[in-house]
């Protein structure tokens, strides 16, 4: 076979040696499409799992909802009255949407907590054990609030590891100590890893609801419900009759859109992954199309070689040389071209997001959503044979037009 012949190597290795500033173009061109498209691809990896770290334990088909101030007059209430969502709100939307699967309420307190001499302000909140089915928070140590909290109304919290460095010295024992809320003690039994871009923060502590109510003076007053849908149900139809449920009966007016205000997570992650999704094609489209650019670069210098190397393919042909041996000259050096120069940007761009990685992973800004920005090795195997089909088939243009060459009208060319 040709491949094999030692003769044939020599013969791609002076023609390319030939004219090597050409080579070299031709190469980078290659080379940086390659480059451009591993190195965009890792990118958009990296986001993909810097979400999926910020979303770890986030039930994504979930939303919030509170009260605000109306603003339409109805049943004879003024316009701008204020009012509270009740206990009894959450129990009537379990029975009223079969849809729901989990529905918990919060209230939530910026309060000063004390440990021994050490005090700060941090967000406190009252909640559910169900709340940390929809929003897992990392126990590292302890545990979170029960059912026997709740029913007992037990002076517990769980509290961020944020919270530990704020108030706690270094090797002091956590678990079990005290810290007073309203000058009331409470037994630290959790302490939950935090992470700063989550809605709680590392700086949070959780109490039972029950608890909380009554440390609060809340009564039955709930600060916001958090809701989680079923995934085969459409969250942002949900959204909009549970709302439309509490207008009735609040006495709201069913016009009324400023009364209830709510966040819906579900709509805002189906953003983010069709963000994502959109980022991925353009990044396949655009990394494709600069790949076929350099390959276009490898057809147009064979066409041009083959016309400088006329004579040589004459004689070859006068000396009984088969056309599929002039063809196979030149698909061979196509695909030498090809190989090693998108070897080299895929090298390239393998180092360039190793650079990224070390860079994120050693920046004191923890806020960059980049993680592990790599390349699956299964696409970048695919896209690199097909990047060498490619050449190939390009490489057929110059083959061809160099069997048309008549051998007596070669050996003419001067």
Do not use: C
């Amino acid at each position: 076979m040709l491949i094999f012949k030692r003769d044939t190597w020599s013969e791609i290795y002076h023609a390319l040696d030939k004219n090597k500033a050409r080579t070299l173009i031709t190469m980078i061109g290659v080379a940086w499409g390659m480059l451009l498209f591993v190195f965009l691809l890792g990118l958009v990896n990296g986001m993909r799992n810097g979400f999926d770290r910020d979303l770890k334990g986030t039930s994504t088909n979930s939303l919030f909802v509170w009260t605000q101030q109306t603003s339409i007059p109805y049943a004879g209430f003024g316009r701008g009255r204020t009012f509270n969502m009740k206990v009894s709100d959450v129990d009537a939307i379990k029975k009223e949407f079969p849809e729901v699967k989990i529905i918990v309420p919060r209230n939530r307190r910026n309060t000063t907590v004390v440990h021994g001499t050490q005090y700060k302000s941090y967000s406190v909140y009252g909640d559910f054990p169900e709340q940390n089915k929809m929003f897992v928070k990392k126990i590292i140590h302890g545990r979170f609030i029960t059912p026997d909290d709740m029913r007992n109304e037990s002076k517990v919290v769980v509290i961020g590891d944020g919270v530990v460095e704020d108030l706690y010295t270094k090797g002091e024992q956590v678990i079990g100590s005290q810290v007073k809320m309203n000058n009331v003690a409470f037994t630290v039994v959790g302490i939950y890893e935090g992470q700063e871009r989550s809605f709680e923060g590392s700086r949070s502590i959780f109490s039972p609801f029950t608890t909380f109510q009554k440390l609060f003076n809340e009564g039955e007053n709930v600060g916001f419900v958090a809701i989680n849908i079923d995934d085969e149900s459409d969250i942002k139809k949900a959204e909009e009759n549970i709302k439309n449920f509490l207008k009735t009966r609040h006495n709201v007016s069913p016009d009324d859109t400023q009364a209830f205000g709510s966040f819906n997570l579900g709509e805002m992650f189906g953003k983010i992954f069709n963000f994502m999704k959109g980022l991925e094609f353009l990044t396949v489209v655009v990394g494709f199309l600069t790949l076929l650019a350099g390959v276009i670069a490898v057809s147009s210098i064979l066409l041009i070689t083959v016309k400088e190397r006329t004579k040589e393919f004459g004689i070859r042909r006068a000396l009984g040389a088969k056309p599929n041996q002039i063809i196979g000259q030149i698909l061979l050096e196509s695909s030498v071209i090809t190989f090693f120069s998108g070897l080299i940007g895929i090298i390239l761009g393998t180092l360039v997001l190793m650079s990224v990685n070390n860079f994120v992973e050693n920046s004191e800004d923890n806020n960059i959503p980049l993680v592990n920005s790599s390349i699956d090795i299964y696409i970048l195997s695919g896209a690199f044979l097909l990047v060498l089909i490619m050449a190939l088939l390009a490489g057929f243009i110059p083959a061809m037009r160099a069997i048309a060459i008549k051998p007596i009208d070669a050996l003419r060319e001067e």
